[in-house]
Nanobody, 113 residues
Framework: VQLQASGGGLVQAGRSLRLSCAAS????????MGWYRQAPGKQRELVAR???????TYADSVKGRFTISRDNAKNTVYLQMNSLKSEDTAVYYC????????WGQGTLVTVSS
């Protein structure tokens, strides 16, 4: 299984970005997917997750600003990030959880204040 993340970049505070993560390879069925992030000097933290049923989970710090969605036909998960803050600056990693957890390569999001 390979995960290809894209969409990161440099953006001003208050603006928006959308991250995408496409999964390819030997995937059987639909699997939970989501995003973690890791800021400099901090531990990796869960940002958002979407389960097979479509149920979603968000970190408290992003609730109301970020929205996770998926296109099952494309095995792709998206993270719409609105009202970005400087504290959202981090490397964002997508994941897919089947018999083990697979990770994307990470995409850098930098929010300037």
């Amino acid at each position: 299984v390979q995960l290809q993340a894209s969409g990161g970049g440099l953006v001003q505070a208050g603006r928006s970005l959308r991250l995408s993560c496409a999964a390819s390879g030997s995937i059987v069925g639909i699997a939970p997917m989501g995003w973690y992030r890791q800021a400099p000097g901090k531990q990796r933290e869960l940002v958002a997750r979407i389960n097979i049923s479509g149920d979603t989970t968000y970190a408290d710090s992003v609730k109301g600003r970020f929205t996770i969605s998926r296109d099952n036909a494309k095995n792709t998960v998206y993270l719409q990030m609105n009202s970005l803050k400087s504290e959202d600056t981090a490397v964002y990693y997508c994941f897919l959880a089947v018999s083990q957890t697979y990770w994307g390569q990470g995409t850098l999001v930098t929010v300037s204040s």
